[in-house]
């Protein structure tokens, strides 16, 4: 047990178990500094963040600047004396004057194997490029976005079938444990932070709705590891009979035909060709209407085999 005085800043459900953790600890949480509320939903209401929930529900002060570079803000932090400030999916960059006020520095629970997949969406990324593997690491913050020096590194497979539903939730789980361990470990100064090789880094940007169109003239494997990375947000879509078709979960096939065309709509199998290889549809929704298994979707949607999928079809056909 360290009693370091703690300040943690972070956001979405993917902070919450690092926070959860830190609480049942039993250090010293003397804030908690997230986002502002944003409106959601159709009607817009203004809805929390979650990290915001947890704090108010463990009766821990909660501070929503809308910049952290504030001087007044800055000057508040100060004022609160932490020893440490961990930071967890903030979405801010700390300006040098709040990362030089914590004794013991202020440590980041970054979601990939630094320096590979800096910046806001590593998760997705990773799936989208076919990783065979990921992790955790937790840094040293610095004034760069996710340059700090680095302290400890986790790694665990990734499946070929895992999207970023699963994925997101066993990584979050995973950066607490070493958030904890990497607590532990500088305060008994048995931890040395290692700089990062910069030349080896990769940039993870924030995801685009433009992200999830599908292109039927990549490859099987490209459009599978796209449907994984945005099974969440935005997903994977593409288009059929002039409507957006959302698709949510598919597993690889070695069917051939042109890109885009329907080769099996049926009770067993809904597939549709690629550039090389096929791609099993399991989860689909239409535009307006529920997400569906296949089966379900079919039922009320007949397909009939030769049909062409991706809006660059109908423009060729016009």
């Known amino acids: 047990m360290t009693a370091w005085r703690t300040i943690f800043m972070g956001t979405p459900d993917f902070a919450c178990p690092t926070l959860q953790r830190l609480i049942e600890r039993g250090d010293p949480i003397v804030a908690v500094v997230t986002q502002p509320d944003r409106p959601k939903g159709r009607g817009q ?9 947890l704090a ?43 990362l030089e006020i914590p004794l013991h520095g202020c440590i980041n629970v970054h979601a990939s194997l630094l320096p590979r997949y800096r910046g806001a969406a590593p998760l997705n990324w990773c799936i989208i490029n076919g990783e065979s593997e990921t992790g955790v690491t937790t840094m040293l913050m610095d004034v760069g976005l996710d340059t700090g020096d680095m302290l400890l590194v986790q790694k665990t497979p990734l499946d070929e079938n895992e999207d970023i539903a699963s ?24 931890l040395v932070a290692q700089p990062q090789h910069h030349a080896d880094s990769c940039y993870a940007p924030m995801l685009k709705k433009d992200d999830g169109v599908i292109n039927w003239h990549a490859d099987a494997a490209t459009i599978h590891n796209q449907v994984r990375g945005l099974a969440v947000w935005p997903g994977a879509c593409s288009t059929i009979d002039d409507q957006t078709l959302k698709i949510f979960r598919t597993r690889i096939g070695t069917g051939s035909g042109p890109a885009g065309t329907v080769l099996q709509a049926s009770k067993s199998n809904f597939e549709v060709a690629c550039q090389s290889g096929s791609l099993y549809l399991h989860e689909l929704q239409l535009a307006g209407k529920k997400r569906l ?16 999928l991706g809006s660059e079809h109908h423009k060729d056909e016009q």
Do not use: C, W
């Not at 994925?167 to 048995?190: P, Q």
């Open 45 to 53: 209401r203004l809805m929390p963040p979650p990290v915001k929930e």
């Open 56 to 98: 108010e529900k463990n009766g821990i002060p909660v501070y929503q600047p809308l910049k952290v570079r504030d001087p007044g803000f800055v000057d508040i932090i100060r004022e609160l004396k932490p020893d440490i400030i961990v930071v967890v999916a903030f979405g801010q960059i700390l300006p040098k004057a709040l």
């Open 167 to 190: 994925l997101h939730d066993r990584m979050a789980n995973m950066g607490a444990d070493l958030l904890i361990e990497t607590i532990d470990r500088l305060a008994t100064g048995d």
């Open 293 to 308: 298994d296949y089966t379900s979707f079919l039922a009320g949607y007949p397909v009939a085999v030769g049909t062409l």
